[in-house]
């Protein structure tokens, strides 16, 4: 049976800017006692903790600008027309290939099978479909890739086969895809969730390693341990007061530790349905 820390290490949920304040002032006690093996932990948590702070502000933006703004709903129709030529290109490139075998002689034109097989097996190892099918994100990569072999390794083949003007094409929409998917932000609730549980069970890993290694009731252990879950407890407390008071407690600036108004507070929850991200 798989046992969590949640179920013996009683803490409320922080707010990741109310973590990454504690995270900050955990490390300068850890590194003031010292205590490396804590502090090494402490600074793993504050890194990641520092993208999922990321998350939530990008979070927050989506959910202020609201699920379909008028300029959303046009960067959505520019992605999914870049999507449609930059399928239609690729797809045209592989056929303009595939058109050079048509009618070749296996021995008079040897050479000229032996270098389109090359050349369509480097670019669609996995069949065009592979790429075109894609998630946006996933396409993109795919499409960087070809477009890289095109302007270098197979640069020379390319020419040598006539299909200069096809890779061009490739080439050009394969950019015009890259800024159409900037314009748009993929971000989905699910991530943002789940940067938030690993941010809580790192603070549950580092409250557990600093008891595990200052387990002595008294004496200099104890002291250390007070030392170091000071942090912690106090901002503990401070959610259990807005708990008491039955409101939901506000995230702080995670350098000074200030509670920011409401329209200030990134969301601590609830899924905004997405504008649909997925390519093909």
Same mark, same amino acid.
């Given at each position: 049976?798989? @046992?969590? =820390?949640?179920?013996?290490l009683?803490?409320?949920?922080? #707010?990741?800017?109310?973590?990454?304040?504690?995270?900050?002032?955990?490390?300068?006690?850890?590194?003031?006692?010292?205590? #490396?093996? !804590?502090?090494?932990?402490?600074?793993?948590a !504050?890194?990641?903790?520092e +993208?999922t702070?990321?998350?939530?502000q990008?979070?927050?933006?989506k959910?202020?600008?609201?699920?379909?703004?008028?300029?959303?709903?046009?960067?959505?129709k520019?992605?999914?027309q870049?999507?449609?030529?930059?399928d239609?290109?690729?797809?045209?490139?592989?056929?303009?290939?595939?058109? =050079?075998?048509?009618?070749?002689d296996e021995?008079? %034109? *040897?050479?000229?099978?032996? %270098?389109?097989?090359?050349?369509?097996?480097?670019?669609? /190892?996995?069949? @065009? &479909?592979?790429?075109?099918?894609?998630? $946006?994100?996933?396409?993109? @990569?795919?499409?960087?890739?070809?477009?890289?072999?095109?302007?270098?390794e197979?640069?020379?083949?390319?020419?040598?086969?006539?299909?200069?003007?096809?890779?061009?094409?490739?080439? +050009?929409?394969?950019?015009?895809?890259?800024?159409?998917?900037? *314009?748009?932000?993929?971000l989905?609730?699910g991530?943002? +969730?789940?940067?938030?549980?690993?941010?809580?069970?790192? =603070?549950?890993?580092i409250?557990?390693?600093?008891?595990?290694? $200052?387990?002595e #009731?008294?004496? %200099?252990?104890?002291?250390?341990?007070?030392?170091? =879950?000071?942090?912690? @407890?106090?901002?503990?407390?401070? !959610?259990?007061?807005?708990?008491?008071?039955?409101? &939901?407690? /506000?995230?702080? %600036?995670p350098?000074?530790?200030?509670?920011?108004l409401?329209?200030?507070?990134?969301?601590?929850?609830g *899924?905004?349905?997405?504008? /649909?991200?997925?390519?093909?």
């Amino acid at each position: 049976m798989l @046992v969590d =820390l949640a179920d013996f290490l009683r803490l409320n949920q922080f #707010p990741v800017g109310r973590r990454l304040f504690t995270f900050l002032r955990v490390r300068e006690i850890a590194s003031a006692l010292p205590a #490396p093996a !804590i502090e090494a932990l402490v600074v793993e948590a !504050i890194l990641a903790d520092e +993208k999922t702070y990321a998350l939530e502000q990008r979070w927050a933006a989506k959910r202020r600008v609201g699920k379909a703004s008028a300029k959303q709903v046009r960067d959505q129709k520019a992605l999914q027309q870049a999507d449609i030529q930059l399928d239609n290109a690729l797809s045209g490139l592989r056929g303009a290939g595939e058109a =050079l075998l048509r009618g070749a002689d296996e021995v008079e %034109d *040897a050479e000229l099978i032996a %270098d389109v097989e090359h050349f369509l097996h480097e670019l669609f /190892p996995n069949g @065009v &479909s592979a790429i075109t099918n894609a998630p $946006y994100d996933v396409e993109l @990569v795919g499409a960087k890739t070809i477009v890289g072999k095109l302007e270098g390794e197979l640069a020379p083949v390319v020419q040598k086969l006539g299909l200069t003007h096809n890779a061009a094409r490739v080439v +050009k929409l394969t950019q015009k895809y890259d800024e159409a998917l900037a *314009a748009v932000d993929n971000l989905e609730f699910g991530t943002v +969730k789940a940067a938030r549980e690993v941010g809580q069970n790192n =603070l549950l890993r580092i409250v557990a390693r600093i008891l595990g290694t $200052y387990d002595e #009731p008294t004496g %200099d252990h104890a002291e250390k341990r007070a030392k170091l =879950l000071a942090p912690v @407890v106090k901002q503990n407390e401070a !959610i259990r007061q807005h708990i008491r008071a039955r409101r &939901s407690a /506000p995230d702080v %600036d995670p350098k000074t530790g200030e509670e920011q108004l409401p329209e200030e507070t990134t969301p601590a929850g609830g *899924a905004e349905e997405p504008i /649909p991200t997925n390519g093909g």
